[in-house]
């Protein structure tokens, strides 16, 4: 286990793999439904919301393929929504995606265990955010969530023009740090964007999540160290006893 001595650059994802992105943003759009009063509008909010994420999901692949751009990010994922199981709401797609970032980062729940990972990474190891959201938005998540305070540099892929698996975006969080490739340790819950970005990029990296997701090409890199979504987890394995 000596290789993870080699180890001073964390660079971490943020949305669900720090901050509960999945928790936090089912509250926000239904507070920005409330405040728009379209809330009474859905007949069963979970639906509504399971329909959202699936269309969400889809909409940041082709916009981390670069297949479409943030305009039409930020409004199709809503009015294909709308589409589907809200067709009273079409054309109110811009003015809810604008309230939600707005209730979005006012949202500080975090993932299990990583508040207590930072207050022990926190001056053992350089801490670098690195991710794909809203330069506007993604700051005020982690300040909201009181976790800035761990954090030393933060890279957002809108400031840098790239978004993960981009080697641009993880070239850049390496120089922020002034670190190399053997020195940084990559940490993320996406497969596409961080896992496979890492991995290409030629830096340790650890899945944030279940080993059973991890496809077969990926299985087999020498740069993929493990899969957990147990913060505890990633302690030991940084800092084996
Ligand atoms: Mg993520």
Request: charge should be negative.
């Amino acid at each position: 286990m000596k290789r993870f001595k080699m180890v001073q650059t964390l660079l971490i994802d943020l949305d669900h793999t720090l901050w509960d992105f999945e928790s936090n943003s089912k509250v926000a759009l239904m507070q920005a439904m409330d405040h728009m009063n379209i809330f009474d509008w859905v007949d069963d909010y979970d639906l509504f919301f399971e329909e959202y994420e699936k269309i969400n999901k889809r909409y940041w692949g082709l916009y981390r393929q670069r297949q479409i751009d943030k305009d039409k990010l930020i409004v199709g994922r809503f009015e294909d929504t709308f589409e589907m199981v809200l067709p009273k709401a079409k054309g109110l797609g811009l003015k809810l995606n604008d309230t939600y970032l707005e209730f979005m980062p006012l949202q500080n729940k975090l993932m299990p265990g990583a508040l207590e990972f930072l207050e022990y990474a926190k001056g053992r190891y350089t801490i670098v955010v690195v991710t794909n959201g809203f330069k506007s938005v993604q700051r005020k998540k982690m300040y909201t969530s009181k976790i800035d305070q761990f954090i030393d540099h933060v890279v957002i892929s809108e400031e840098v023009g790239a978004p993960k698996p981009s080697p641009k975006i993880f070239q850049r969080a390496l120089s922020c740090a002034n670190s190399s490739k053997i020195n940084a340790l990559m940490i993320g819950d996406s497969l596409e964007a961080d896992v496979q970005g890492g991995v290409d990029f030629g830096i340790k990296t650890i899945y944030f999540g279940d080993k059973e997701n991890v496809p077969s090409t990926l299985k087999d890199s020498p740069f993929l160290i493990d899969s957990t979504d147990d913060w505890g987890q990633i302690r030991r394995i940084l800092q084996p006893s």
